[in-house]
């Protein structure tokens, strides 16, 4: 296959359901020519509080699914799957570039963190694999990172409740303990929380806040740079979204995350 062909293949994003859309909505404003596939395992989700084995087994079948899509790169745009599966993904993928929230993201906090007490919220399994705290020790050893998994956060986000009473005072108690730790960062470990980002600058107002979206899109961006598959062609890119169910509402919610009309969508049986 010739390098332009190559080039202009799909980036393949996946996610729990349609939270990845986050992710996707800052890959199209930092990569506007790229060509992007999305599956959101909508009839699955969610998968914060499943287990290892059952996220790996659904991760393969996504994984198989983009493959054939014949993608050029792969993101992780959901943090569960990124702290109990990449490794799979890796094995799956080995010759291509794999990106992850979970590696931008602590990268990320570890240039935005002066103290070094990183705070983190995400799902109950992302927080109980303790991989956002192995990824920022491996990189910075004495840093401090104080978990916190915030398993009412989703629906509320879901339900549309992003200025809501009961969002606040959510926020609130789950943040209070992590609060009381000093820290001067916190990593939006969970693809659902970027939505909850004004409401959390107001209960946390001298936090910096690292949103892994943006910083996996940018990720991303140098990724492709490097691998010599930044699609030249400026002819206008390509959306393609695919989801294990289309739920009711799903539309609407899914434009929400995205900040644009979704197009494109089909619904593609797993498994
Ligand atoms: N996408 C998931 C994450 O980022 C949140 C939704 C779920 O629990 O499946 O952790």
Same mark, same amino acid.
């Given at each position: 296959?010739?390098?332009?062909?190559?080039?202009?293949?799909?980036?393949?994003?996946?996610?729990?359901?349609?939270?990845?859309?986050?992710?996707?909505?800052?890959?199209?404003?930092?990569?506007?020519? !790229?060509? *992007? @596939?999305? #599956?959101?395992?909508?009839?699955? +989700?969610?998968?914060?509080?499943?287990?290892?084995? &059952? %996220?790996?087994?659904?991760? !393969?079948? *996504? @994984?198989? #699914?983009?493959?054939?899509?014949? +993608?050029?790169?792969?993101?992780?745009?959901?943090? &569960? %799957?990124?702290?109990?599966?990449?490794?799979? @993904?890796?094995?799956?993928?080995?010759?291509?570039?794999?990106?992850?929230?979970?590696?931008?993201?602590?990268?990320?906090?570890?240039?935005?963190?002066?103290?070094?007490?990183?705070?983190?919220?995400?799902?109950?399994?992302?927080?109980?694999?303790?991989?956002?705290?192995?990824?920022?020790?491996?990189?910075?050893?004495?840093?401090?990172?104080?978990?916190?998994?915030?398993?009412?956060?989703?629906?509320?986000?879901?339900?549309?409740?992003?200025d809501?009473?009961?969002t606040h005072?959510?926020i609130r108690?789950?943040l209070?303990?992590?609060?009381?730790?000093?820290?001067?960062?916190?990593?939006?470990?969970?693809?659902?929380?970027?939505?909850l980002k004004a409401l959390i600058k107001q209960e946390a107002p001298?936090l910096?806040l690292?949103?892994?979206?943006?910083?996996?899109?940018?990720?991303?961006?140098?990724?492709?740079?490097?691998?010599?598959?930044?699609?030249?062609?400026?002819?206008?890119?390509?959306?393609?979204?695919?989801?294990?169910?289309?739920?009711?509402?799903?539309?609407?919610?899914?434009?929400?995350?995205?900040?644009?009309?979704?197009?494109?969508?089909?619904?593609?049986?797993?498994?």
């Amino acid at each position: 296959m010739g390098m332009m062909a190559r080039q202009q293949k799909p980036i393949g994003v996946f996610d729990s359901g349609v939270g990845g859309l986050t992710v996707v909505r800052a890959l199209m404003e930092r990569l506007p020519n !790229e060509n *992007i @596939v999305y #599956f959101g395992d909508t009839a699955r +989700v969610p998968y914060g509080m499943k287990s290892r084995d &059952t %996220i790996e087994t659904y991760t !393969e079948e *996504i @994984v198989s #699914f983009l493959l054939g899509q014949d +993608v050029k790169a792969l993101v992780i745009a959901c943090n &569960t %799957i990124a702290a109990v599966a990449k490794q799979k @993904v890796l094995q799956m993928a080995p010759s291509m570039p794999v990106l992850d929230v979970i590696k931008a993201g602590s990268e990320a906090a570890l240039q935005t963190s002066h103290n070094r007490h990183i705070g983190v919220i995400a799902t109950s399994t992302t927080v109980n694999s303790n991989a956002y705290a192995r990824e920022i020790h491996s990189r910075a050893p004495e840093a401090r990172v104080l978990s916190q998994a915030c398993p009412l956060l989703v629906p509320l986000v879901e339900e549309g409740w992003l200025d809501h009473e009961v969002t606040h005072l959510t926020i609130r108690e789950y943040l209070k303990p992590i609060l009381a730790e000093d820290i001067d960062t916190l990593v939006l470990g969970c693809t659902h929380y970027p939505l909850l980002k004004a409401l959390i600058k107001q209960e946390a107002p001298d936090l910096s806040l690292v949103d892994s979206s943006v910083t996996t899109a940018e990720a991303t961006a140098i990724a492709l740079t490097q691998h010599h598959l930044v699609n030249p062609d400026h002819s206008g890119a390509d959306y393609r979204f695919y989801v294990s169910d289309i739920p009711l509402r799903f539309r609407t919610i899914g434009e929400h995350f995205l900040g644009r009309s979704l197009g494109h969508l089909e619904r593609v049986a797993l498994g």
